[in-house]
């Protein structure tokens, strides 16, 4: 169901599911829209609910639910969840890694704003890759 669309389709689904790896890697790009390029994921723990097609809209939201010091080393923790029409396709944490210090730790806000983007990943048949539009965060 994830590689073989006449299979997929022969079984009920609208399309091929996207997989676990996909879903990983827009939760990454998600991440580092926000935190910027130079920030490590350290840990990335998600769970998958409904399932993901390619061409449906992911609506991705996020927020820091916590904040730590390791050394010069600023660690965030953030939420994050991943929505299409189904409801909801990926929930998670993560923990990131600012290596510009702990003044960027400091001006990320525990508990404080959310922020958004959206992503339309592109199907197997679209030899030009995945196709992603990442607003500047909120």
């Not at 660690?75 to 029409?85: A, I, P, R, W, Y």
């Amino acid at each position: 169901v994830h590689h073989d669309r006449d299979f997929a389709t022969g079984q009920g689904s609208p399309d091929i599911f996207l997989n676990i790896l996909t879903t990983n890697g827009l939760c990454v790009k998600f991440l580092h829209d926000w935190a910027g390029p130079e920030a490590v994921v350290k840990k990335l723990s998600i769970r998958l609910g409904v399932p993901a097609f390619p061409n449906d809209p992911l609506h991705f939201t996020g927020s820091v639910s916590g904040k730590s010091i390791s050394g010069n080393e600023g660690l965030v923790e953030v939420t994050l969840k991943g929505s299409n029409k189904l409801g909801d396709h990926v929930t998670g944490t993560a923990i990131l890694s600012l290596l510009n210090g702990v003044e960027a730790w400091a001006t990320a806000s525990a508990g404080g704003p959310s922020w958004s983007a959206s992503a339309r990943p592109s199907s197997p048949k679209n030899r030009a890759g995945p196709r992603c539009s990442w607003p500047v965060k909120q």
